[in-house]
């Protein structure tokens, strides 16, 4: 037996296989095709399984028309799963990768718009496993944009078939990238130009100039005038198709010229079908549509924008009048020109001049629109708008929609005036960070274009980064979010010293904004007389009956000067509770030996002289003051946490009389 008629005997118990519930899944499919591919050895028999495949595909659709007929038909699902069955060859390694595109592109030419449309939904549910190892440029991305522009050429543009284009144009704007040169006209070639069309008044119908007073002649006269007035209009209705279809046209001499007569002629008559339309709709095209909404079975104008097929062009002079009754023809016609008067626009002397270069020479065109026509441009520009605004119904949606597509259109514009230049950008590209210098430079020259020089910026605009709040945040140093998350601690004093740093800080921005010269404490001597300093105090060596050395206070706190506003003041108030707050946490904490070595309640000097070393005393004499000096700081601790009790020198213990409390002033609370 040949290797062909064993593949396809194999082919066949394969089908016999397949479950009676549909859809089948698709690992049931990839495990009877492996076990198929097993079974006959053929892995590398892609021509003999392509024989196999196709020929089993086409049988099957010789059904088609019965399908059509008798929707009950399993017809599209079989030949969704002999497609599957396609596809598992190929991802299995034994068929042509392009295979099942071969076969898609072969059904689509073969099928029925209907049958196309059921087909399309299997390569949208198999997308994901299609464009595995797929390129653009050469292997199954050619096939599949050849297939899918076929099957668009192959439909209408119109009707029922609107979203069925859509549905194709998505799924290619999924599988290909924006700036894919088989997507791009690169030329700048427009489209099929368009076969004018024009009648003429027969001449023996002609009587212009003839005078008569008889009624019938008269009659024959005002219907001869009538009939030239509209053969006139149909001729400059459709004459602009030819401009709207080649801007080309423009580049002749006085063709602009012959296009304003004509668009003035043509704008005239849409605006006059509208209002007849208003005329004759009444005030019904003027109600609220929430009043219709809440009576029952009266259609939301929302919804009837929906339902509805875009115009096509029938260029039979008696349909024009019928065809301008429409208000989707009016709105088709009013569109073109909206999107024409956009391309002119760019055609100024000095809008030419900022995107005309050598790189884009196939979308220059000898034509420079002059100031005055530049007016006119944007005046029928602005009588369009207002026209679509005035169409029923949706009227002002339809307008908004065109406007904001308009106006993204001018970003793709661009893009194709610099060549169609890559959109993507590489990974290694998109994770390399910019420099330092490079952004500032951008920053710089961003800054300067808006607000010129930035020394002047700064100086007129008081806040930098959006809000005093984010000033703030940005001039302490914050640059992640985990920084703002963690709140600071209780009870700390490295807390408390930036908290008073922050006052400070907001104090100076605060003056700065005012126009004031940040303001410096005043300078306090470091040691002050009646201070405690090392080796003060009694020693060991001295009698028993030397009475307790009373300290004298020194200034706690060494604020500036009193500020005039209410909201300096307030800073004022935040750094004094807080520096008291900050003190009596470092004599609870045992830290009151320091406090000989700070002055003026400088909370940064004794953070300092916390976290410098303890010195190594030598001696008896020094370790007795230690020790005395350490029993000292726990009654000193004591006395400062209750205001009441005041703080005293340790006494003696071989002078009973100096156990008497003696009031200290070195820390008084008020």
Same mark, same amino acid.
């Given at each position: ?42 892995? #590398? ?34 030949? +969704? ?52 190892? +797929? ?64 009648? #003429? ?10 005078? #008569? ?67 004759? +709709? ?143 950008? #590489? ?33 007129? +605009? ?209």
């Amino acid at each position: 037996m040949s290797t062909l008629n064993v593949l396809t005997t194999a082919y066949h118990k394969l089908l016999a296989k397949l479950p009676s519930s549909r859809p089948v899944p698709t690992l049931d499919i990839i495990s009877l095709v492996q076990d198929t591919i097993k079974s006959t050895n053929s892995a #590398t028999r892609h021509s003999e399984w392509e024989l196999v495949l196709k020929k089993d595909i086409l049988q099957l659709m010789t059904g088609e028309q019965e399908a059509l007929e008798n929707p009950q038909t399993t017809y599209y699902q079989d030949l +969704m799963d002999r497609l599957d069955i396609v596809l598992a060859f190929t991802e299995l390694g034994a068929g042509d990768s392009g295979l099942p595109l071969n076969i898609f592109e072969e059904l689509i030419d073969a099928h029925t718009v209907a049958s196309c449309m059921r087909l399309f939904s299997w390569l949208e549910l198999r997308t994901d496993r299609i464009v595995v190892g +797929m390129s653009p440029q050469r292997g199954k991305g050619p096939v599949l944009l050849r297939s899918l522009n076929n099957l668009l050429r192959k439909i209408s543009k119109t009707g029922s078939t609107t979203q069925f284009c859509g549905r194709i144009l998505i799924f290619l704007s999924i599988v290909f990238p924006f700036g894919e040169r088989s997507g791009v006209n690169l030329r700048g070639e427009y489209g099929p130009p368009w076969t004018p069309v024009s009648i #003429t008044v027969p001449l023996n119908e002609s009587m212009e100039g003839v005078e #008569t007073a008889d009624p019938a002649e008269r009659e024959l006269l005002v219907r001869q005038a009538e009939t030239i007035k509209k053969v006139e209009f149909y001729n400059n209705f459709w004459s602009l198709q030819t401009f709207f279809a080649r801007p080309q046209t423009f580049a002749q001499k006085d063709a602009l010229a012959d296009f304003r007569a004509r668009v003035e002629v043509v704008l005239t008559a849409l605006i006059e079908a509208t209002r007849n339309e208003q005329a004759m +709709m009444g005030s019904r095209s003027t109600v609220n549509a929430s009043v219709f909404s809440k009576v029952p079975g009266v259609i939301e104008q929302d919804t009837v924008g929906r339902h509805h097929s875009s115009a096509k062009f029938l260029t039979s002079p008696e349909l024009l009048e019928f065809e301008l009754a429409d208000t989707m023809f009016r709105r088709q016609v009013l569109l073109q020109l909206l999107i024409l008067i956009r391309h002119l626009v760019t055609f100024t002397e000095s809008q030419k001049r900022a995107w005309q270069s050598a790189r884009n020479a196939s979308l220059h065109m000898d034509l420079v629109v002059s100031d005055e026509e530049h007016t006119w441009l944007q005046d029928i520009h602005a009588r369009a708008m207002t026209e679509l605004r005035n169409t029923v119904p949706n009227g002002k949606t339809f307008a908004d929609t065109v406007s904001v597509l308009l106006e993204r259109d001018k970003n793709w514009v661009k893009w194709k005036n610099d060549v169609c230049s890559a959109l993507d950008k #590489t990974a290694k590209a998109a994770r390399e960070p910019l420099k330092d210098t490079d952004i500032q430079a951008q920053e710089n020259s961003s800054w300067e274009k808006v607000f010129g020089s930035s020394d002047d910026a700064e100086q007129d +605009m008081p806040v930098l980064y959006g809000s005093e709040n984010l000033d703030e945040i940005w001039t302490y140093g914050f640059r992640e979010l985990d920084e703002l998350e963690n709140p600071e601690e209780l009870g700390n004093i490295i807390s408390f010293q930036k908290q008073i740093k922050g006052q400070e800080m907001r104090k100076d921005m605060e003056r700065k904004r005012k126009g004031l010269k940040p303001q410096s404490r005043p300078a306090i001597p470091q040691k002050a007389a009646g201070t405690i300093t090392e080796g003060s105090g009694p020693s060991n060596n001295e009698s028993s009956s030397a009475q307790p050395v009373s300290l004298k206070p020194q200034e706690v706190f060494a604020l500036a000067p009193q500020e005039e506003d209410p909201k300096l003041q307030e800073f004022d108030m935040n750094v004094q509770s807080l520096t008291w707050r900050c003190l009596r946490l470092a004599v609870q904490q045992g830290h009151l030996h320091h406090f000989n070595k700070i002055s003026g309640g400088n909370v940064d000097l004794l953070v300092k002289e916390i976290s410098s070393p303890p010195p190594n005393h030598a001696g008896g004499t020094d370790k007795a003051q230690s020790s005395q000096s350490s029993r000292g700081d726990v009654a000193l601790s004591m006395a400062a946490s209750d205001p009441d009790v005041g703080v005293t020198q340790p006494p003696s213990q071989a002078d009973p009389e100096a156990q008497a409390p003696q009031p200290d002033t070195l820390m008084s609370v008020d």
